[in-house]
């Protein structure tokens, strides 16, 4: 059952989670498709069930509940993301031949094998910051709001401009104020005096390290000023708001990364850890000892509030259409949600450039859909947010190196595509 | 083309009876490259810079050749010298300083653990002080990589072979560090296909390279006290799965899994667990290797690979040390020598690599050479008409000074202990500890360019904001006090003058004196008369301490600072 509501959050919960109903028909008569410009990653560290959330058969440990999209179940412990399935297209049959946490993490993180090629391959985070990146943007194109799975988000060989600001809800941009008795009246007076002092060693060395260092530290400055800044407020959030997403960090997390892409951040990655799931240390859905209990208990419960909300109020506010939304972790389970599984797992997309209420193979009856490889999700995930997936960067040397791996190869699962 | 007739060419110049020669002075060597670097310069009609300001040399040959600064009085020494020689004799100097092992050390233990980031991060220092030894004793670069590549059991060298790990030494990983490393060339890409732009390596040369090392073991040991450490062997023979293996829970291999002495498979590229073909080691380039069923298969690869006849090695090495000074190589990149990608100065190169044999693999050699160049002595300062120049070496390119280096910069100018960057913060349960300052700095990937700057608006803000507004404020105290240096070594002095529970009366230096002092520590330089006044307005208006931590932070958070001018 839903946690308790007070009467008022109930209210605008069930208004958010029911009435898109009735606003998607008036979507798909909408004529002009959105730019794509956010995408928010909800990453699932450990690896997540795919048979008590997105696709219930006979591995599940519970039964299943109808959703919004008629003949489609989702577990029985995802009642609110219920209301919300008509959003998501399910890849269920996800193949991706590496059953490692480590490894995997990194793989489905960045789309490419950890060094495959010897090249630092950037997080999938970077790489949007790459492509939908303002130079004029104030606030930093790529956070991470929790510290699960940030270990991996590394700009590679995009380099340090698109490497990623990690940080939590409501914490605000780390180093952002001075400390040790500077105060911001002393700061603005020694950047003076800096600025003063660097004039004449950077001028004849424009387009050097010197000179991008000045512009570096100019941008830091133009960020500690910025007004956008307020985008990490959580206070500034009404009470309904933090009710709908839930007071938990996941729910926070999420409201956060919704109030950063409404600021303009093209990519915020959030991630479903609670500690309470498996004790410190080890990842949430990493359940190898009472599996079934933690599922019900924890892990479902921590993920269905936040997500279903974040899809709702992704939507009321006009977001999802330009949002991608991606639900994953670095692989999915065996039945009963025993051991990890790199087959048959389910990956979940929504808002921009997908189709919603879809659903492609199952674990129960595997040949219904073709294998989804690694490459084919990004190539999926680069379709939906209007990027060719067989875009490729220049590396050193002149070599080529494609966003995706095995660019052309990579087939995008275009079933889940608008 | 067969791949190995550009490097005839490479094999007849080592048969010149100049490499049985020994080394020629380096201001010789300097002036023959010179002279090609000028001859290019003048056919294109790019005007060089004008020479490097002493402080400007003083500052980049400090940085280049020891990674530190110079002190204040060292500078003032060398500033106010009028020898025509000074800055030959400043290259010397450093050269044979005991920093001049150390900064190398770090340069190539850098390379080994990022080159190859999956191996965790093994403890690099006792490595570094091998090298550093290595390097200061004048230890051939021949004999350094041999000792690297043939190293048994528990030795520091150990560093290199560990880097290239995975579940075991990955003979694969090995093949191709060594052919970028040692050998200029991307070895490593004809691992799953041939080299894309040269066709010269197959697929059979990258495994017939990793074939010497497919015997090679990291094994856990415990000694008598139970003390664990990994040491290096040779296993009797090859198992047929070497790869790591996805599945750990898979049988080991049964006898008949081995296959013959010196002999790898070759794995599908796209699964690791098919196999296509095998192969025999080879020398690349020059044949099948025999090898016997016993003993190491790395002492023949590394005497092959380091005699002075190998067509790789020495220019390979001449090519790198060449962009640790200029930010680029002769040839660029610097892993990717070939046929089709040839040097800018193809005459420099050649001349590096012979005296590079002569004077027996010392790279100290190189670098007393290199640095006597004009070249190598230009301003970075653009003069008119050379701005778009990237590759004739018209003027110096600006160097980036990378995070962790730049931390110990501080510590060296701000008289800060080393490893006192981080504040010991109390974070909730389940909250983040902030990012250590030495890893959020450590923005450089695997041998980026050094002329690249890599750090962010995160590595910014937590200089300005964090890091320097903890270290600049007991300098400044002392700079308001004493007028004293800001370094370490007079900070250290004043401290054991002092004596627990003394008040020494220190007579303070004139304020122009103590900025004089602050500029020669942190910039090797003096203000100039702007500069001079805009920081005596600046300090008119803040009195004390304040002030000097204000100036500090200024000069410490700059542009220049932050370069190898």
């Known amino acids: 059952m839903a946690p308790h509501l007070s009467r008022r959050s109930m209210l605008a919960a069930s208004a958010a989670t029911f009435a898109p109903w009735f606003r998607s028909l008036a979507a798909a008569a909408a004529p002009a498709k959105a730019k794509p410009r956010a995408c928010i990653l909800l990453w699932m560290p450990g690896g997540p069930t795919q048979h008590d959330t997105f696709d219930p058969g006979p591995g599940s440990c519970f039964g299943s509940i109808p959703s919004s999209v008629p003949g489609l179940v989702v577990g029985e412990h995802l009642p609110l993301m ?292 690694v490459p084919d999700l990004f190539a999926t995930i680069f379709s939906a947010l209007g990027v060719d997936p067989a875009k490729e960067h220049m590396l050193k040397g002149d070599r080529p190196m494609s966003i995706v791996d095995g660019g052309r190869n990579a087939r995008p699962v275009t079933d889940a595509l608008a | 083309m067969r791949p190995w007739l550009s490097t005839l060419a490479a094999v007849a110049l080592l048969a010149d009876p100049a490499f049985a020669a020994p080394p020629r002075p380096p ?11 000028d001859r290019r310069l003048a056919e294109a009609k790019v005007p060089p810079s004008p020479p490097a300001s002493d402080a400007e040399f003083l500052r980049r040959a400090s940085l280049d050749l020891t990674g530190r600064l110079p002190t204040p009085e060292r500078a003032v020494v060398f500033l106010d010298s009028s020898d025509p020689d000074k800055r030959g004799k400043l290259v010397d100097e450093l050269v044979d300083s005991p920093l001049y092992g150390q900064r190398f050390a770090a340069y190539w233990a850098e390379l080994f653990v990022k080159r190859n980031d999956t191996a965790g991060k093994p403890n690099a220092a006792p490595f570094r002080e091998w090298l550093a030894g290595e390097f200061n004793r004048g230890a051939g670069w021949d004999e350094v990589v041999a000792a690297m590549l043939t190293v048994q059991g528990d030795a520091p060298e150990k560093l290199f072979l560990l880097t290239n790990k995975e579940r075991d030494i990955a003979p694969n990983r090995v093949a191709g560090t060594v052919g970028a490393l040692f050998m200029g060339v991307q070895l490593g890409c004809a691992e799953c296909h041939r080299h894309p732009v040269t066709k010269a390596w197959r697929r059979e040369d990258f495994w017939g390279t990793a074939a010497f090392f497919a015997r090679t073991r990291a094994t856990e040991k415990k000694d008598a006290k139970g003390q664990k450490s990994v040491v290096i062997e040779d296993a009797g023979e090859s198992p047929r799965a070497f790869v790591a293996r996805p599945d750990p829970k898979k049988p080991p291999p049964a006898p008949g899994d081995f296959l013959p002495p010196g002999v790898v498979e070759i794995p599908d590229a796209t699964d690791p667990m098919k196999r296509v073909g095998r192969a025999p080691a080879v020398y690349l380039g020059a044949g099948p290797a025999d090898l016997g069923p016993t003993g190491s298969h790395r002492g023949p690869f590394a005497a092959w690979l380091t005699a002075p006849a190998n067509p790789f090695f020495a220019r390979a090495f001449a090519n790198r040390t060449w962009s640790v000074f200029f930010a680029r190589g002769l040839v660029t990149p610097v892993d990717d020598m070939h046929a089709d990608n040839p040097p800018s100065h193809p005459g420099a190169l050649d001349v590096l690599a012979r005296e590079l044999a002569a004077a027996g693999f010392d790279g100290r050699h190189l670098a007393r050479s290199v640095c006597r160049t004009r070249a190598y002595g230009r301003s970075s300062a653009a003069a008119p008409g050379n701005e778009n120049d990237t590759t004739l070496l018209s003027r110096m390119p600006v160097k980036a000074v990378r995070g962790p280096a730049l931390l110990d910069l501080h510590d060296q100018v701000l008289g800060t202990p080393r490893g006192s960057i981080d504040p010991q913060v109390k974070v909730a349960k389940g909250e983040p500890k902030p990012t250590a300052t030495r890893d959020l700095l450590d923005t450089a990937g695997y041998d980026e360019s050094p002329d690249e700057y890599t750090a962010g608006v995160p590595q910014a803000l937590r200089l300005m904001n964090t890091v320097l507004p903890t270290r600049t404020a007991a300098a400044a105290a002392m700079i308001a006090r004493t007028g004293g240096p800001a370094d370490k070594a007079a900070k250290d002095a004043e401290r054991s003058v002092k004596g627990p529970g003394t008040a020494v009366p220190s007579q303070p230096l004139p304020r122009e004196r103590a900025v004089e002092r602050v500029y020669l520590a942190l910039l090797s330089r003096r203000p100039t008369p702007a500069e001079a006044s805009a920081v005596a307005a600046f300090l008119d208006a803040r009195p004390g301490a304040e002030g000097f931590d204000g100036l500090l932070w200024a000069l410490a958070s700059s542009p220049e600072f932050v370069s190898v001018p």
């Open chain 1, 82 to 373: 219920a209301g919300q399935m008509h959003h998501l297209a399910l890849l269920r049959t996800m193949d991706t031949k590496d059953a490692t946490h480590d490894s995997a993490v990194f793989t489905l993180s960045s789309g490419y094998k950890k060094g495959a090629g010897g090249v630092r391959h950037p997080h999938l985070g970077a790489a949007v910051a790459f492509e939908f990146a303002d130079p004029r943007a104030e606030l930093p194109s790529y956070t991470c709001l929790s510290v699960k799975g940030s270990d991996v988000c590394t700009p590679g060989y995009l380099g340090a401009k698109y490497a990623p600001f990690v940080t939590r809800p409501g914490q605000g941009v780390p180093d952002l104020a001075p400390t040790a008795g500077l105060t911001p009246e002393r700061l603005a007076d020694q950047t003076g005096l800096l600025e003063r002092l660097s004039r004449e060693f950077v001028a004849p060395r424009m387009g050097s390290a010197a000179a991008a260092q000045a512009t570096t530290v100019d941008a830091a400055k133009r960020l500690m000023r910025s007004t956008k800044l307020t985008a990490f407020d959580l206070s500034k959030e009404a009470d309904a708001a933090h009710e709908l997403y839930g007071r938990t960090d996941f729910g926070r997390q999420c409201l956060q990364a919704r109030r950063l892409v409404e600021a303009g951040v093209p990519f915020v990655q959030v991630a479903c850890s609670p500690e309470e799931a498996n004790g410190p240390g080890r990842s949430g859905w990493d359940t190898h000892t009472e599996t079934a209990k933690t599922l019900k208990d924890v892990l479902l419960p921590a993920l269905d509030r936040p997500m279903a909300a974040l899809l709702s109020d992704l939507k009321d506010r006009g977001l999802l259409d330009t949002t991608l939304v991606v639900w994953m972790g670095e692989f999915g389970r065996g039945k009963q949600g025993v051991g990890h599984n790199s087959k048959n797992w389910t990956a979940a997309l929504a808002g921009c450039g997908v189709k919603g209420g879809v659903a492609l193979g199952s674990s129960a009856k595997p040949d219904g859909y073709r294998p989804i490889g």
């Open chain 2, 27 to 37: 201001a010789e060597v300097a002036a023959e490259l010179d002279r090609e670097i």
